[in-house]
């Protein structure tokens, strides 16, 4: 079972790509990765700078579609230059439930299955937004040791 803290974070700032899709897991991996795709070859060639790794995040809960911003960590100055399908935002800053689970992304729903059984045995309630930070690079690193950091809101 992954560790489940509260921990206080400050704002950072990211830009991405969204999209929508059916909630199976390899429509939205490869719908991530088109959106990914689209998002580094505007900060290529727009010249940003990348200030850490990807991430995902997420506003809506559905069952039958999930909506993602696909995007990377920039500064502030960067995160201005966003333009056309390519927005700006930042993740909020405060108190948040953050965990880590590390393997396959196919089976981070495990991990989110957990986490809603642990907020409901400690009184809490998800809010929004949810995201996740992926440590490594799934191209050169086993699934296995994939790490993937979780930042969930409280309503």
Same mark, same amino acid.
């Given at each position: 079972m992954p560790d489940f803290?509260?921990?206080d974070v400050t704002e950072q700032p990211y830009v991405y790509v969204e999209r929508t899709c059916a909630m199976e897991p390899a429509t939205i991996s490869e719908e991530m990765g088109k959106a990914?795709?689209?998002?580094?070859?505007?900060?290529?060639a727009n010249g940003l700078t990348?200030? *850490?790794?990807?991430?995902?995040?997420? @506003?809506?809960? +559905? /069952?039958?579609?999930?909506?993602?911003?696909?995007g990377f960590f920039v500064s502030t100055e960067d995160a201005k230059k966003a333009s056309g399908d390519v927005k700006a935002d930042t993740t909020p800053a405060g108190r948040v439930v953050n965990?880590?689970?590390?393997?396959?992304?196919?089976?981070?729903?495990?991990?989110?299955?957990?986490?809603?059984?642990?907020?409901?045995?400690?009184?809490?309630?998800l *809010?929004?937004?949810?995201?996740?930070? @992926?440590?490594? +690079? /799934?191209?050169?690193?086993?699934?296995?040791?994939?790490?993937?950091?979780?930042?969930?809101?409280?309503?």
């Open positions: 803290r509260r921990i990914y795709g689209d998002a580094m070859a505007f900060i290529q990348l200030t *850490g790794p990807a991430l995902s995040v997420y @506003y809506t809960y +559905d /069952p039958q579609t999930v909506t993602f911003r696909a965990f880590v689970h590390t393997g396959p992304y196919s089976k981070l729903s495990e991990s989110y299955q957990e986490l809603m059984a642990w907020l409901e045995k400690e009184g809490l309630t *809010g929004a937004p949810t995201w996740e930070v @992926y440590v490594n +690079d /799934p191209d050169s690193t086993p699934e296995e040791e994939l790490r993937t950091e979780i930042y969930v809101s409280l309503a």
